[in-house]
């Protein structure tokens, strides 16, 4: 009986013969945390153990609050600098610019590998499934006990299959994808699944789309998302790959799934998820005109070169009337977005552009919404007061769908002005 | 009417205090002035306590161009609220000296005051005829009250009072 | 008897014959105010007025947002809420919202602000619009709610200090290492009260950016205005932007040649060497030189004081002499004043090659200078900022900050050290 993608990387990374069900014993590649190293770095400190168990292994970066917006972040950032110095920790990124959003580095730098398993205290850490790796967020505690030991233990997942058909209509991408089947499933249709993306669309796709497809398992409860890792992705990392232990695995043509779904992206269109979870979907004519204070362009979902160059075919020569921020994924996407005069558009068109960072996604740093605003966003979670307030709403769309709202002032199909 | 005499323990700083030690600009999104006067000082290497310490009636003593730096009234309201009736100054910045007098809050111009008070000392200060005098030393001075216009303002408790009063007067 | 700028100023305002000492109240040209104190001129004025009244010309009223920009609280976000309302229930179209910039920076780009103006706003370097002959002065937020019932404010006249400067600054001298020397002779209380006149060929030579430096730390001396009279370039600029009638304006402020000074300095700057404002003064003042070799954290370049195109040009200088490498382990951050300069950055080719070398490039907005922004600093750390204030705990608490400019943070920045940039650019 053929294997799923779960079952066959997690027996390899374990050396046996795994079954979904089993529990194994694995030895992560890389462990990456970002400004939460701080607070983690405490815990590790009182199991009593003096060094990591392989500070190649540990990946940091800063980008939840950067540069540090207050004494609190500051001194954060100072306990991870000397954390880092003290352990040997080469994999870290500071404030500067060769840095990014986590998850955006992680893919972008050569840490996302096929056929490795990777833990990141962040639960999009599944982001790099994109890239053919077992990728999981687990907990701070977790975290310090897995830089003590080396391991980590985990149930082998069920796995749900979902293979897409057919090709985008115009206006329409995989954020809408996403989004369409996080309300169809709901947030916890996959829970504690592995969910494998297969079918022609997805070999369409490029890593970017991937990325936002994968950085969005874990809202409908998975415990990793994977693409194949097909030519793409061999062409991505064949100059950067930060370790030569990957693998291009993937799941046979018979494995078993948990639960089976289909999807023909000609018959999808535009989405959001409405206020206050991400599977409230509805189709964006259902809530067009619906009044909006600011749009955020930006987070480890939708803030690619790609997500940048869509929103900007439809803010060229506009201008924006609601204030609009656009932070780039990372420094590397940021300087592409200036050479290719993406960020003329933006500023022309009126918007904020931050530096890189996660920005207002977590109600950490720029963009906080004030109570009763409304805020159109290409970031991953729309709960109650995520973005600060809570009395604030906030809509979950794609890029192209932010940034015709930004023009309109109020939730606007991306279709009309494309 | 009875002369406006005050009694209470002299806090004494330096020159140049600025509004940062004053209040800090962390705070500066707080709009309610109650929860400013909790802050006041918090940054001042010596007085950080200064908030939780100073009873109602205490004076603030200070040397040169007190309050220098921003235009934040938070660094009033603060110590207004605190309880502070006054201060005591070698001399005031420019703003701060403002934002006291639109507030009615009294702040007195006096010459050397830091040389002859020390922390904890008693003080009376006579808020009519500007004489302060140093209960613990037995030392008096002069505080400068201020003139004219600013008198008048203070007069009505600040400058928004004043100016409803002059409207009415002009409306009459 | 001649008058100095300031009486000029006042008499127009006032419409009084106006002596130092004086008290007078002044017709406001531009009442302004920010996200901070923003909300508080706005409460109180709706509490003074029972939120019925209305403001005594929105025209003459514009808010800026620069403290958060764009917001990193709930608080400050819910502020600058506040403000946008009021704006609109009150008719108030000069809304410069979280995409523009530094206020002074963005007031002037938009041509809002004329030689002779009388002008208001919520921050202690308002002051810093005397570079183009403005009498705008930072107030509390009880003066501002005054004037937009009113239409007026009330004014002591200050004396005025003349300060002439000669001579032309050597390579890797520049106009903030005059203001420094000028601060650190005169101190913290200096000019208390005063106005200031900058005169002499160097200022007449000097830019806009240049004048904006210079009048922006008047107020480290507790100065109330300093006063620069528009001319050449400058004039042409503001006309560009704020109509013809500035000519006219600015003539009718010109100092009378037997205006009376109640003191006078001279500056030469032939032989001036860069400067800092050492922790944990202004005032503090030190050469570069007596500093070079001290450890930095972080350097910073921005603020009102030096945020504008061509203090980032200086600083891009100083990095390419240096073949565009920063050391290791320091964080360099560069914060455009305004969207406009962020713009000519990016056309110029800079931001780029700055974030090759490893320096972050934010939007514009007042950055660590508030202390809520970008930049703030662990205890411990040293910092170098071309900001105008390094009181203690300014940008994060048991922390300190050398305050300097753009060519020597962007020195200090390459070698992880104070650096004199004459060794950099020699």
Known sequence: ?418 | MAENILRGRAWVFGDDVDTDLIYHNKYLAITDPKEMAQYSFEYYPGKENFAKEAKPGDFVVAGHNFGCGSSREHAVYCLKELGIPVILAESYARIYYRNAVNNGYPVLVVPEITKKVKDGDELEVNLDTGEIKNLTTGEVMHGDAVTDLEKEIMAYGGLIPYLKAQAAKEQK | ?426
């Open chain 1, 1 to 418: 009986m053929g294997k799923t993608f779960a079952e066959k990387v997690l027996g390899k990374a374990a050396g046996e013969d795994v079954k979904t069900g089993q529990v194994v014993t694995v030895e992560p590649h890389f462990c990456m945390s970002h400004d939460n190293a701080a607070p983690i770095s405490k815990i590790f400190k009182k199991i009593g153990v003096e060094k990591v168990w392989n500070p190649d292994h540990i990946v940091f970066i800063l980008d939840h609050a950067v540069p540090a917006p207050t004494d609190k972040h500051a001194e954060n950032h100072k306990i991870i600098r000397e954390f880092v110095k003290e352990q040997g920790i080469k994999h870290f990124y500071d404030v500067n610019s060769k840095g990014g959003v986590c998850h955006q580095i992680m893919c972008q730098e050569g840490y996302a590998l096929p056929g490795l398993v990777m833990v990141g205290s962040d639960s999009h850490t599944c982001t790099y499934g994109a890239y053919g790796a077992f990728s999981t967020g687990i907990g701070r505690s977790e975290m310090a006990a897995t830089w003590a030991t080396g391991k980590i233990w985990f149930r082998v997942p069920e796995s749900m299959k979902i293979t897409v058909k057919g090709s985008f209509k115009k206006g329409v991408s995989a954020k809408d994808l996403i989004l369409k089947i996080i309300g169809d499933i709901k947030a916890d249709g996959a829970d504690y699944m592995s969910v494998e993306f297969h079918g022609p669309a997805i070999s369409q796709m490029s890593l970017a789309e991937r990325m936002t497809l994968c950085n969005m398992g874990i809202e409908m409860g998975a415990k990793n998302a994977v693409c194949p890792p097909d030519e793409k992705v061999l062409d991505a990392i064949k100059d950067n790959a930060k370790t030569d232990k990957w693998e291009a695995i993937w799941a046979d043509d018979d494995a078993v799934y948990a639960k089976e779904l289909e999807y023909n992206l000609g018959e999808l269109e535009p989405g959001v998820a409405k206020p206050h979870t991400v599977d409230n979907y509805a189709p964006v004519n259902e809530v067009a005109g619906t009044p909006i204070h600011q749009a955020f362009l930006g987070s480890c979902t939708n803030a690619r070169i790609e997500d940048l160059r869509e929103a900007a075919k439809i803010l060229k020569g506009k201008e924006v009337a609601v204030r609009t921020i656009v932070i780039p994924a990372s420094w590397k996407v940021y300087r592409q977005a200036m050479e290719e005069g993406l960020l003329n558009i933006f500023l022309d068109a009126g918007c904020i552009i931050n530096n890189p960072g996660c920005g207002p996604c977590m109600g950490n740093h720029e963009g906080i919404l004030a109570p009763g605003e409304t805020c159109i966003s290409t970031a991953n979670r729309n709960f109650k007061g995520r973005m600060g307030n809570k009395e604030s709403f906030i809509y979950l769309a794609s890029p192209m769908t932010v940034a015709a709202s930004a023009v309109k002032g109020a939730i606007a199909d991306p279709r009309e002005v494309l």
């Open chain 3, 1 to 426: 008897m001649g008058k100095t700028m300031i009486q000029k100023i006042i008499q127009r305002a006032s419409g009084k014959e106006v002596k130092p000492g004086d008290r007078v109240w002044c017709n406001i040209d531009l009442s302004t105010a920010r996200d901070f104190a923003g909300p508080n001129c706005v409460l109180q004025f709706d509490k003074e007025t029972e939120g019925k009244g209305k403001v005594w010309n929105p025209d003459k009223i514009a808010f800026t947002f620069d403290l958060e920009a764009p917001s990193r609280s709930e608080q400050v976000a819910n502020n600058q809420k506040l403000i946008r309302e009021f704006a609109k229930r009150q008719g108030i179209t000069k809304v410069f919202d979280v995409n523009w910039g530094i206020g002074q920076h963005v007031l002037l780009e938009n041509g809002l602000v004329k030689p002779g103006w009388v002008i208001l706003g919520t921050d202690s370097h308002m002051n810093l619009l005397g570079a183009v002959g403005a009498f705008a002065t930072g107030v509390g937020n009880t003066d501002i709610v005054a004037s937009w019932i009113l239409g007026k404010l009330w004014y002591r006249v200050p004396e005025t200090v003349k300060i002439h400067v000669t001579g032309s600054f050597k390579k890797g001298v520049c106009m903030r290492d005059l203001l420094t020397k000028i601060v650190g002779t005169l101190g913290a209380g200096g000019l208390i009260y005063k106005a200031v006149e900058f005169v002499g060929p160097t200022i007449e030579n000097a830019n806009l950016a240049e004048r904006i430096t210079l009048c922006s730390m008047v107020t480290e001396m507790s100065g109330k205005i300093g006063l620069i009279q528009p001319n050449g370039e400058v004039l042409e600029w503001l006309k560009a932007r704020a109509g013809e009638e500035v000519v006219e304006l600015a003539e009718a402020i010109k100092a009378d040649p037997d205006a009376i000074y109640s003191e006078e300095y001279e500056f030469n700057v032939d032989d001036l060497e860069p400067m800092v404002s050492a922790p944990d003064a202004p005032d503090n003042v030190k050469t570069v030189r007596e500093v070079a070799g001290e450890k930095l954290d972080q350097i910073h370049i921005g603020s009102c004081s030096n945020g504008r195109f061509e203090d980032i040009a200086a600083a891009f200088e100083v990095l390419k002499a240096a073949d565009f490498k920063i050391a290791p382990g320091i964080r360099a951050i560069i914060t455009p004043a305004t969207r406009e300069v962020m713009k000519q950055c990016a056309q110029a080719g800079f931001i780029e090659k700055f974030l090759a070398a490893g320096v972050i490039f934010t939007n514009p907005t007042c950055a660590l200078c508030t202390a809520k922004h970008y930049g703030t600093l662990p205890s411990g750390d040293v910092g170098m900022s071309t900001t105008n204030r390094n009181f203690i705990g300014k940008v994060g608490k048991g922390s300190h900050t050398y305050l300097a400019s753009p060519m020597t943070a962007m020195a200090s920045a390459v070698r992880g050290v104070i650096t004199d940039p004459r060794e950099i650019i020699g």
